[in-house]
């Protein structure tokens, strides 16, 4: 087995402390190459988060009380030490997520990003002075912390959406519990370990893993408690959801960024290799597996064709394999059930007609790897279209006209992104229009970056994570009316 790094954490930063769960129970941490155990965390339950939630609200009375320049210095020095740890870090990320290393330390700078950017963001946090209703009065509106809030993140992006979060959460004053996904807490931890190193107080960060099993009492704990303020919340629409009507008896904030399926759209006047080229890294970054993946290709009529073969040929070039070795395009899926899903999905779609190009089988290499596959002649009937693949498939289908393009681009409940190709500058500006989306991505397929606003509409989520709306959430407004400014005699 690859050797981990120094500072592996392997118990739970809770209060400034490293400790176990009450119950002495764990959970093994595996990596989904090879099925191998890295190690085991602790399986944290209701009290445990109980605990972690009293310790971050004693420490919210000190950390909120600083002054933004304070709490941005911590910040800056954990970005930077995220930055010398990178490549310890980013083979971490790989062991228990499977991305190649390439793609983890592009994350580990993506993750330090909102550090940096939040850090700076936090010193803006601008209230108002608004003019009176009466002339005895004056109005000022500032932007309060809201106390102990929550971070439930998923395992596709064990780092970045851990920073997405905590980063506005603790720029605004707050302090936070974050709970993990089950199969990737050692990038949190490790996180947690760094912030402990740069001198993030105790209390204002603290992590509490757990499995399947305890994910529900951990949230219950979360939500039940009239401490927590807000949960943050990046995984399914389902659970997202949940979470909010949960969320709703004693009215706990939330912010949801949930599943999407985005519509990739290549007009017949774009850029044909910039499409190859975007479309590549929108479907196969991370094997697939993101929210924000190209899950339906809309390629018009006339390019069809040529367009497919193309992609086939890249297809095929990616090498499949460990995300350790030495040039991997892709790594395996997380686990038994994405792989499942996968197949699933593409078995229902030939089943009703779609035609497998190249891939469509789990990968020799075994265990959860799937090979790089493009399917044409999708249609509405097919679960793939509606559902999110999460796996190395692009699905195509062809499209006569602009008007059907879009059509086919809103038909889904989702909203979080859609992409097209085209060089036709009114074009452009229609279609970014038409789009039902929260982001859209015009000639390219990375749209993801710390400055600018991340989130969907409809079943996609509510709420926007990064750029300068980021920290919104994390804030209230105060509005205090200061009367009795008499005139003076
Ligand atoms: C996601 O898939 O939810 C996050 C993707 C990103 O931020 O790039």
Not at 120 to 132: A, K
């Given at each position: ?269 774009a850029d044909i290799d910039a499409a190859l080229e975007g479309v590549q890294i929108c479907k196969f970054r991370n094997a697939g597996q993101t929210c924000i993946a190209a899950n339906r290709i809309l390629v018009q009529e006339s390019i069809h064709d040529k367009f497919v073969e193309a992609l086939c040929a890249r ?175």
């Amino acid at each position: 087995m690859a050797q981990l790094p120094e500072f592996l954490k392997t118990e739970c930063l809770v209060g400034g402390r490293w400790v176990s769960a009450n119950s002495g129970d764990r959970l093994d941490v595996l990596d989904p190459a090879t099925g191998d155990v890295l190690a085991s965390v602790p399986r944290m339950g209701a009290a445990d988060t109980r605990d972690a939630i009293d310790k971050a609200q004693i420490a919210h009375e000190e950390w909120s009380s600083r002054t933004a320049a304070d709490r941005a210095d911590v910040l800056h020095r954990w970005a930077a030490a995220m930055r010398a740890d990178a490549d310890d870090l980013a083979r971490l990320m790989t062991l228990e997520q499977g991305k190649p290393f390439s793609e983890s330390l592009v994350e580990i700078e993506y993750a330090a990003s909102f550090f940096s950017w939040f850090a700076e963001e936090g010193r803006r946090l601008y209230g108002d002075i608004i003019p009176p209703h009466r002339p005895d009065a004056r109005i000022l509106v500032t932007r309060n912390s809201l106390g102990v809030v929550g971070g439930i993140t998923p395992w596709n992006f064990p780092s970045a959406m851990v920073t997405r979060k905590a980063a506005p959460a603790l720029a605004a004053g707050n302090c936070m519990v974050l709970k993990p996904a089950e199969a990737t807490p050692l990038s949190a931890l490790a996180i947690a370990a760094l912030g402990e190193r740069v001198g993030v107080p105790p209390g204002v960060f603290n992590v509490v893993t757990g499995g399947r099993e305890e994910a529900p009492s951990i949230g219950k704990a979360l939500i039940d408690s009239p401490v927590v303020r807000k949960i943050g919340f990046t995984g399914s629409t389902a659970v997202g959801k949940q979470l909010m009507r949960d969320c709703a008896s004693d009215l706990t904030k939330v912010s949801l960024e949930l599943g999407g399926n985005a519509a990739f759209i290549v007009f017949d006047d774009a850029d044909i290799d910039a499409a190859l080229e975007g479309v590549q890294i929108c479907k196969f970054r991370n094997a697939g597996q993101t929210c924000i993946a190209a899950n339906r290709i809309l390629v018009q009529e006339s390019i069809h064709d040529k367009f497919v073969e193309a992609l086939c040929a890249r297809a095929q070039e990616i090498k499949v394999g460990h995300g350790l070795e030495q040039d991997t395009g892709q790594g395996p899926l997380i686990d038994a059930r994405g792989l499942e899903k996968v197949e699933r999905l593409v078995s229902d779609a030939t089943e009703k007609g779609a035609r497998i190009h190249i891939g469509g089988r789990p990968h020799g290499a075994g265990g959860t790897f799937f090979e790089p596959t493009v399917m044409t002649g999708i249609t509405p009937a097919m679960d793939i279209s509606h559902e999110e693949v999460f796996g190395p498939v692009a699905a195509i289908t062809s499209f006569k006209d602009e008007r059907s393009a879009i059509g086919m681009a809103n038909d889904t409940p989702y909203g979080l992104a859609g992409y097209f190709y085209s060089r036709d500058v009114g074009r452009i500006f229609r279609v970014a229009d038409a789009l039902n989306t929260g982001i859209v991505g015009v000639n390219t397929g990375l749209i993801s970056t710390e400055v600018a606003p991340f989130g969907g509409v409809k079943e996609s989520g509510i709420g926007r994570e990064g750029s300068k709306y980021g920290i919104e959430d994390w804030t209230e407004l105060k509005y205090i009316c200061l009367a009795g400014l008499e005139a003076a005699a």
